[in-house]
């Protein structure tokens, strides 16, 4: 009985996190469609644990509900292969602490480039198109510019500007 109901608690934790992740998403479509308005309300609560704002990774950094700009640890973006567009949610606690959760991962392709040094930035060229990569991930497999690497990008890469790193090979 007990296999019954431990069963029905995991469904729901399911259940509860894919409604979180379509209601982001939803919201920041509607965002997209009618601009940071105040018909649009953004998606911030407090509950106990501090602020929660959920929001999308542009590659770098996540642009808030709010309108605003969170800055993301590379590190944390690096080992989490965060990709552009990826719905986080990030719980500002009381003590000023940021931490994020990827609640919505996009729909990614994974392919073969290049890596390349430009300008003091990383990028990989994947058939002749340049997808900038974190500094944090180049470090972290160790690559250099030449290498052949594999990175994640969204299934819809047409306005895409970074890529994840998945591996020096």
Known sequence: MADVADKQIKRLRALIQEAE???AAANELLISLVGDDERVAPVVQEDNL????EG?????NMVGSDGKTY????????KSKLVQGDILKLTIADDGTFLYKQIGPIPRKQVVGMLK????????????RDFR??????TYFKAK????VSV???EDDTTTEWAALEAAL
């Open 21 to 23: 992740t379509n209601l």
């Open 50 to 53: 501090g602020k929660i704002i």
């Open 56 to 60: 999308v990774f542009d590659g770098q």
């Open 71 to 78: 800055p993301i640890p590379a590190n944390y973006a690096s």
């Open 117 to 128: 040094l430009e300008n003091g930035h990383y990028f990989v060229d994947v058939n002749g």
């Open 133 to 138: 990569v974190l500094l944090a991930s180049v």
């Open 145 to 148: 510019p030449g290498d052949q």
């Open 152 to 154: 994640n990008l969204p």
